[in-house]
């Protein structure tokens, strides 16, 4: 069974904080509708479809309302601008967006009403509205996934460590902290979906800043080393996955080729580090981040040095001059 595509009310969005999200909604009509579904985030402007070509409307996007449809709605006579009203709120949208504070006809809150269609206005002009609700939208409706492990802001760069339960990822984020780089989530860590190949990890409400140690229980990492020390949320572009060591694995010693940890659809460049008493595994993944951050910016040094060395076996071999005795004739 596909899973079900996410979707958020339209009363979600309007709960929404203007002082976070900077989109300022003011519901006008159609109260009784809040519970429709928005599934696409991007919007669609109402266009010819008061013309008579509604049929282009798609079902699941916001519609929006600027000025020159609020005019061209004016335009028309009572009753001619009441069956093309009629005729647009027939079809299956989850609400009507009235930008730049516009106040819309009578005929339009009327037949908000009687479809049970939210209307809703806001002051910002068209094309900053539509900009903030499909950011809005975007995050509500991304894919999302939880994990379970630790994601760290290493030197700028997200760092998600997994592993077996009991492996020590917490206590390696325990050091890194320690070290100066940040906490975003340990445990569980929300992972969604952005523009097809971004993900963003962010930490649950209930457990943000928290930590679990074994040994000395739940820390506030917020309280303990200051504001500076977690974020709310990071974009996820390295996994470290923890393993422990087995005698006679053989494990990569070179680097030359990166493995790919699958989230969401998306692969995300990986490494596999082995656990084994001694290794301070704090140092090996600020090195390990330290080394991703070289090769983001096109340095490789294993396949670098595999290439000076190829280079060098292609060099001819030189024979080596026989000695001569000065005293000899030649």
Known sequence: MAPESPSVTVGAVLRNRAELTGLE???LAGGAGLDRLISIPYIQKTGLALAGFDEYLRAGRVLIFGESEI??????DPDVRQRTLER???RDIPCVLITAGFDPPPEMIAEAERCRLPLLRTTMPTPNAIAKLTAILEDRLATRDIIHGVLMDILGLGVLVVGESGIGKSECALDLVVRGHRLVADDTVEVRRRADTVLIGTCPDLTRHH???RGLGVINVRDLF???STRSSKRVELVVQLERWESGREYDRLGLDTPHYGILGCPVPMIRMPVAPGRNLAILVEVAARNQLLRARG?????????????????PVEEPEEDVDPGEPV
């Open 299 to 315: 340095h490789h040094p294993a396949r670098a040095l595999a290439a000076r060395l190829e280079r060098r076996l292609q060099q």
């Open 211 to 213: 930590m679990e140690i």
């Open 226 to 228: 200051g504001v500076a």
């Open 88 to 90: 647009t709120f027939a």
């Open 25 to 27: 909604l003011e519901l």
């Open 71 to 76: 005019r061209f709605l004016e335009s028309l």
